[in-house]
C-alpha cells in the first residue's frame, strides 16, 4: 500500500519552462490537495479536489493548474515557472464523513522544484 | 493574513523535558485541529488532533490543551526524547467541506542529551 506518491522528487527549471508534478493515492480518498511549503511560512493551499472532475482554488494558485480525470491522480502544472516557484511540493489525499484519523489525510514525500 | 498564528519559531529542550507549542486562530470557520510532524525529507505526517468542543485530549506523550474561547490551543510533549526533534505544525481545518486546511508556520523542536 503506497499511500500518496509524488514524482519527481526533485527538480531543476528555468525561467518560462513548464512542467507537471504528480501525484497519486491508491487509498480511493476522494479528495486531493496540493500545498507549497516555505520556509518559515508553513505550508500553503495551491489547489484542491473534492472528486474527480472537480477542482477549486486555494490561498496561492496563481501560476499553477490542475485537474483531476480519476479518484487517483492529481497533477500540478506549472505553466510559466518563476523562481518565486521555487518551493518543496506536497501532495496530500484524505476522506469525507468522520473525523477518524482525521479524515486520513495523508501527505506525499514531496518534490522540491528549484526554478533559475 | 496568518489566520493560524504558530510560537514559538524554534524550541531547545533538554532530555525528559517539557516541549510547549502554542497556535492561536483568528477565523472562527475551523472545526478541527490536528498537529503533524516533519522530518527533514519527509512530508508531516499527523500526529494527534482535536475538536473544538473538547478542552484536551491525550495521546501517549502528546498532549493537545484547547481554549475555544481564546481561540488558541498547545501542544504538550512531556518527557522529550531525542527522537521527537523535528518541526512542529499545527493546523486548522476549515468548514464547507474540501478537507482544507490553513497551517502555523512550524516550530523546530531539538531536544538535547
Known amino acids: 500500500n503506497a499511500g500518496v506518491t509524488q514524482t519527481p522528487k526533485f527538480q531543476v527549471l528555468k525561467t518560462g519552462q513548464s512542467m507537471t508534478l504528480q501525484c497519486a493515492q491508491d487509498?480511493?480518498?476522494?479528495?486531493m490537495s496540493w500545498y507549497r511549503q516555505d520556509p518559515g511560512m508553513g505550508l500553503r493551499l495551491i489547489h484542491y479536489s473534492v472528486g474527480a472532475g472537480i477542482t477549486d482554488q486555494g490561498e496561492v494558485p496563481n501560476g499553477y493548474n490542475v485537474s483531476r480525470s480519476t479518484t487517483e491522480d492529481f497533477p500540478l502544472r506549472l505553466l510559466s515557472a518563476a523562481p518565486s516557484q521555487t518551493s518543496v511540493y506536497f501532495c496530500?489525499?484524505?476522506?469525507?464523513?468522520?473525523?477518524?484519523?482525521?479524515?486520513?489525510?495523508?501527505f506525499g514525500s514531496g518534490t522540491r522544484l528549484t526554478v533559475v | 493574513q496568518q489566520q493560524v498564528k504558530q510560537s514559538p519559531q524554534s524550541l531547545i529542550v533538554q532530555k525528559g523535558g517539557i516541549s510547549i507549542i502554542n497556535c492561536a486562530y483568528e477565523?472562527?470557520?475551523?472545526?478541527?485541529f490536528p498537529w503533524y510532524q516533519q522530518f527533514p525529507g519527509k512530508g508531516p505526517a499527523l500526529l494527534i488532533a482535536?475538536?473544538?468542543?473538547?478542552s484536551e485530549k491525550k495521546e501517549g506523550r502528546f498532549t493537545i490543551s484547547f481554549n475555544k474561547s481564546a481561540k488558541q490551543f498547545s501542544l504538550h510533549i512531556m518527557d522529550s526524547q531525542p527522537g521527537d526533534s523535528a518541526t512542529y505544525f499545527c493546523?486548522?481545518?476549515?468548514?464547507?467541506?474540501?478537507?482544507?486546511?490553513?497551517f502555523g508556520t512550524g516550530t523546530q523542536l531539538k531536544v538535547e542529551l
Open positions: 493546523a486548522a481545518r476549515h468548514t464547507g467541506g474540501g478537507n482544507k486546511l490553513t
Open positions: 496530500a489525499s484524505s476522506y469525507s464523513g468522520t473525523e477518524g484519523l482525521a479524515y486520513g489525510y495523508t
Open positions: 477565523n472562527t470557520a475551523f472545526d478541527y
Open positions: 482535536i475538536r473544538p468542543d473538547v
Open positions: 487509498m480511493n480518498h476522494e479528495y
